[in-house]
């Protein structure tokens, strides 16, 4: 059985900045793709960044140059660093991974509980 949890969501002013974690435990024997996902109200749920897992990222166009995705391989950690955050980054944050849970099975894919992240003065 694998979890992910996220944490480090909140209030934040216009400008400010917060950092989201996502730790995945249960049974892991590798851990692929790790990515965050957003979804606002009445939105569909929106990729916003990715990671490799040998660390290769992609960045939704709307968080370029703002968001940072970066991973810990040795504690199957994924974080998201938010900066210059803006009233329309509020949503959602949901944490996925693509995890195999022993050598030669396929990885399934995984998803947190999300984590509210609201934007506001």
């Known amino acids: 059985q694998v979890q992910l949890v996220e944490s480090g969501g909140g209030l934040v002013q216009p400008g400010g900045s917060l950092r989201l974690s996502c730790a995945a435990s249960?049974?892991?024997?590798?851990?692929?793709?790790m990515a965050w996902y957003r979804q606002a109200p009445g939105k569909e749920r929106e990729l916003v960044a990715t990671?490799?897992?040998?660390?290769?990222?992609s960045y939704a166009d709307s968080v370029k140059g703002r968001f940072t995705i970066s991973r810990d391989n040795a504690r199957n950690t994924v974080y998201l660093e938010m900066n210059s955050l803006k009233p329309e980054d509020a949503a959602v944050y949901y944490c996925?991974?693509?995890?195999?849970?022993?050598?030669?099975?396929?990885?399934?894919?995984?998803w947190g509980q999300g984590t509210q992240v609201t934007v506001s003065s």
């Open positions: 996925y991974a693509q995890i195999s849970p022993r050598r030669s099975l396929a990885y399934n894919p995984y």
């Open positions: 249960g049974s892991i024997f590798a851990i692929g793709v």
């Open positions: 990671s490799s897992s040998v660390g290769t990222t």
